[in-house]
């Protein structure tokens, strides 16, 4: 009896260390690579849809308090850092209050003067390059389909990706005063450039500073039609999005 009772103890503490162990390789991998995120919002329409879920690399930009889960205070800047690029698309903490998560793409380098002038973005005084190209459906304020203007831009580093204006080029930040980008700190702005609220509201959100980087998006791993849920399995089949699986996001 005293063996069966020594036994069970033994193998009760053995799955403790295992689930601990497991913990433990979660939280470092969370911490140094790869955090998984979802998109809740259209903000990053066409590049990101509502129901997309992405892996955004930690080890990107260095690491900051923000690397880790709960931000606590155990240092100040970044370590290991290196600079974004324009055009990457990075989520960070939020700088009105250091929590919450935001995604958005990166427009705006340290010293850069950033303006929009008729929908079109300008770099130091110069309009980005944009083509006109197929509309782009998608939902208006009341969730009906529309077709809206989408453009190719292309930033002076060479890199492309797509916007759209859901209001043409005569939306509320269509037209913005001169953004200077302060030291160490970044300009963002969504892709659905009439319907994100980025580094043009100067009042919730502003330039990012670089130790509020979390990370770069890497790819989606999984995608689901906005409305559908995942953990509602028997949809899957006619919900997901199957060729957006394993999407490199540029």
């Given amino acids: 009896m005293g063996d069966t009772v020594k036994k069970d103890e033994s193998g009760l503490w053995e799955t403790v260390k295992v689930i601990i162990q497991a913990l433990l390789i979660a939280v470092v991998v969370r911490t140094v690579l790869f955090q998984p995120f979802n998109i809740p919002s259209g903000s990053l329409i066409p590049t990101l849809l509502i129901g997309d879920y992405l892996f955004v690399s930690k080890y990107a930009y260095g690491y900051s308090r ?3 889960p709960f931000g606590p205070p ?3 800047g970044r370590i290991f850092g290196s600079e974004p690029k324009r055009g990457d698309i990075a989520v960070f903490k939020l700088p009105k209050d250091n929590s919450t998560d935001y995604i958005k793409r990166v427009v705006g380098l340290p010293g850069d003067k950033i303006q929009v002038i008729g929908g079109v973005l300008h770099i130091n005084g110069k309009p980005v390059q944009r083509e006109r190209v197929e509309d782009y ?3 208006d304020l009341y969730g009906r389909t529309v077709s ?3 453009y190719k831009e292309t930033f002076p580093e060479g890199t492309s990706h797509y916007v759209i204006e859901r209001d ?10 001169v953004y200077t ?3 160490g700190h970044y300009f963002m702005m969504g892709d659905n450039r009439d319907n994100s609220t980025d580094s043009r509201d100067e009042a919730n959100v502003g ?3 670089a130790e509020n980087l979390v990370g770069r998006a890497e790819i989606i791993f999984f995608s689901i039609d906005e409305g559908a849920s995942l953990w509602r399995p028997w949809e899957w089949p006619s919900h997901i999005r199957w060729n957006r699986m394993f999407e490199r996001i540029r």
């Fill in 66 to 68: 923000y690397s880790i």
């Fill in 74 to 76: 155990l240092f100040s």
């Fill in 137 to 139: 459906k998608t939902s």
């Fill in 148 to 150: 809206v203007p989408q």
């Fill in 168 to 177: 043409g080029d005569r939306g509320y930040w269509d037209n913005t005063e």
């Fill in 181 to 183: 980008v302060l030291p």
């Fill in 207 to 209: 330039e990012v500073p």
